[in-house]
């Protein structure tokens, strides 16, 4: 066996303590003859959809082909027939057929990535690596987009598995290399996104001897991992990029990192095809307990002002269609996390926002005033519950997740749920159903009456510059109405994160993809660039402010070089943009540190010069300083395919982003504009 260093993940050799009583309940679709006609034709190809025997996540898994009716543009929203086939890895013996063949591990490994059904990779190879690196020439199946740095790759996996639903895969080289994909799989694991991330290791020997370009990049990554494998044997390959990609897409989706010792990748081996998983200790709970999901559904019959909290994990289970069957069928408000963007339309009259430090103030009053928060695969992220016990003090916890570490984790559950989203809201609408039938019903006419109060008195707005300067909301917003629901939106970390979540309408699950948890700077350009390698035939948006461009901008190259003709809105208003807020109301206006800008006199001098930038890069450059131009240079982006755009849009420097709660306050004290506060009692 090879020396494998594993780590404590979700999943791994623990069974949930909680929600263990009671009889399994039916399967939801058995009792399906007492749903309405309409909402049966809308769920009809999902039930036609067998659940993976692994089950969990909505992710595809090792060696699961894409549907040919299907595009490769289209997130897994549970909106078509994605057949499950039995895994390859799990067939019984007697049906399967083993082939075996001598060949090094490199060629192993690449192989094995062939058999998963891996058909791009992005990195950058160097010495350790470099062995894998030579049979990739020789794929047919492979393409490998060499990236300007690593941290670029880590990303554009990230976007790529983010629109394919597909495990997203980088590869790196010993060292430095790999310490550079830190950022991205850090970020991977926040945002619970499925990549695997191979490195090379320095031969065996000298692991632990500190040699050339030797790191230990399993135990650095230990933390941020959902699993890591450090293989020192060619035999262990081909079995450990199997229990890599599994691991990945199943259960809560994350990170794996697979680091091969050089002389592993050198070394001949026999390689046997399929493999079976050595995965004893990973079983995560997919299907909810169903006295668990009876007591939701009660509780939920009973309250006056529940609230639907939507996570991220919605979108990932791919449970969006289930989603709107359980807001309609309760008729209770619906929030979404800045992570869950489109699990709802924005334009669906149940919608109330997205809630948090930045959100809309119906979506945050609606939880702070609510009696039961029902929290689908959401985390009670500190964004979103402001001072934690400042939040939703009033309300009773039904909290689903499939990871069990997540429930009761920042606030106790009343009711907990361990499972897949999909399978627990599935569950859900049966359990409510039946209490309809028995004539419970809930009356939440007084409480609509107060959210509608405030999401008419308090809508998303912004002021125009008065001194004819260009407003970033009214940039965001229009490239929101030109590029349309179809495309995707990948924004950066800051205020333009902020705007793209508040002023572009998403209508459909998974357009808007942006790092949520880490909140990483440079995200935007190659995680773009790795949703349009896996949706070439989608428009793709990258939403950027000038400091976060200016951190991964060398991807314009790739996609230049590569063909990936990306679209980039920078905002530019010269400086970093939520710091210069935050100096602005909490620091007297001490702005130490956040101009990007040189200014001689009264002339400010680009540096650098974006669209100079961007033609050196291969890339069209087109700038925008006034706002009757604003259409028209958006148009013209829309208008070339054949090469990424860059737009320097340059903005005021001073637009700031409202509502917002101030970090240490409760979600009471949200201010909708400076020393401006709602009444919450309006309406009533």
């Not at 699993?227 to 990170?255: C, M, Q, S, W, Y």
């Not at 902020?498 to 002023?503: L, R």
Request: charge should be negative; glycine fraction near 10%; include cysteine.
């Amino acid at each position: 066996m090879s020396q494998i260093v594993r780590q404590t993940v979700q999943g791994f050799d623990r069974r949930p303590d909680i929600g263990e009583s009671g009889a399994r309940a039916e399967h939801p679709w058995h009792s399906r003859s007492t749903w309405s006609a309409r909402r049966l034709t809308e769920l009809s190809d999902l039930r036609a959809s067998p659940r993976s025997p692994h089950g969990g996540g909505g992710f595809l898994l090792p060696g699961e082909p894409r549907p040919e009716n299907s595009s490769s543009s289209v997130t897994g929203t549970g909106d078509g027939p994605w057949e499950r086939p039995d895994e390859i890895f799990t067939l019984p013996k007697e049906r399967r057929i083993m082939t075996t063949e001598q060949m090094t591990g490199a060629q192993a490994l690449v192989r094995a990535l062939e058999n998963v059904g891996v058909d791009t990779v992005f990195g950058i190879p160097g010495g350790a690596i470099l062995p894998a690196y030579d049979p990739i020439f020789d794929s047919a199946k492979l393409r490998h987009i060499l990236v300007r740095h690593e941290q670029g790759a880590g990303h554009a996996a990230q976007g790529y598995a983010m629109v394919t639903g597909k495990v997203g895969v980088c590869m790196a080289t010993s060292g430095p290399g790999a310490t550079n994909l830190v950022t991205a799989i850090s970020d991977a694991y926040m945002d619970s996104v499925p990549i695997v991330a191979i490195t090379g290791q320095v031969a065996s020997s000298l692991i632990g001897t500190d040699g050339f370009q030797e790191a230990d990049i399993a135990g650095i990554t230990m933390p941020i991992t959902k699993h890591n494998f450090l293989v020192t044997k060619a035999g262990d390959i081909a079995r450990t990029i199997a229990e890599a990609f599994h691991i990945a897409g199943t259960g809560r989706p994350g990170p794996v990192l697979v680091d091969i010792a050089k002389d592993a990748l050198q070394a001949t081996v026999n390689f046997e095809w399929p493999v079976p998983l050595q995965l004893p200790g990973y079983r995560p709970v997919t299907r909810p307990h169903s006295k668990q999901v009876r007591e939701a559904a009660r509780l939920i019959v009973q309250a006056e002002r529940p609230v639907l909290y939507v996570g991220g994990g919605v979108l990932k289970a791919r449970a969006s269609a289930e989603l709107k069957v359980l807001a309609e069928l309760t008729g209770a408000p619906v929030v979404t996390t800045l992570m869950a963007k489109g699990a709802l339309p924005d334009s669906h009259p149940l919608h109330m926002g997205m809630p948090g430090m930045h959100g809309a103030v119906g979506a945050v009053g609606a939880l702070q005033r609510s009696d039961l928060l029902v929290a689908l695969g959401a985390r009670f992220d500190d964004r979103v519950t402001g001072k934690l016990d400042g939040f939703a003090t009033g309300a009773r916890i039904v909290h689903a997740d499939i990871d069990p570490a997540e429930i009761s984790k920042n606030r106790h559950a009343d009711v907990p749920i361990v499972g897949d989203a999909r399978e627990v809201i599935a569950d859900l609408i049966v359990a409510v159903q039946n209490e309809h039938e028995a004539g419970r019903k809930g009356d939440y006419g007084a409480w609509w009456r107060q959210l509608e109060a405030w999401r008419a008195t308090y809508p998303l707005g912004y002021d125009t510059p008065d001194d004819g300067s260009l407003s970033p909301q009214y940039v965001i917003e229009r490239i929101g109405k030109i590029a349309g629901p179809d495309a995707y939106y990948v924004a950066g970390v800051g205020q333009h994160q902020m705007w793209a979540a508040q002023f572009i309408r998403y209508e459909r699950p998974g357009a808007f993809l942006n790092s949520g948890g880490a909140g990483t700077m440079g995200y935007a350009v190659p995680a773009a660039m790795g949703a349009k390698v896996g949706a070439p035939g989608s428009t793709v948006w990258a939403i950027d402010g000038d400091g976060c461009f200016q951190m991964t901008n060398q991807e314009l190259a790739t996609c230049a070089i590569e063909g990936v003709p990306v679209k980039i809105a920078v905002i530019n208003n010269g400086n970093l943009g939520m710091v210069r807020q935050w100096q602005t109301l909490f620091y007297d206006g001490r702005y130490s540190n956040t101009t990007l800008q040189s200014e001689s006199g009264h002339v400010a001098k680009r540096i650098p010069d974006f669209v100079k930038l961007a033609e050196a890069y291969g890339c069209v450059g087109l700038r925008c300083e006034k706002a009757e131009d604003v259409d028209e240079v958006i148009a013209k982006a829309m208008e070339i395919n054949d090469a990424p755009v860059v737009i320097d849009f340059v903005v005021h420097k001073d637009a700031m982003v409202w509502p917002m709660v101030a970090a240490g306050t409760t979600n009471d004290d949200i201010k909708i504009a400076r020393d401006m506060a709602p009444e919450w009692e309006n309406g009533d």
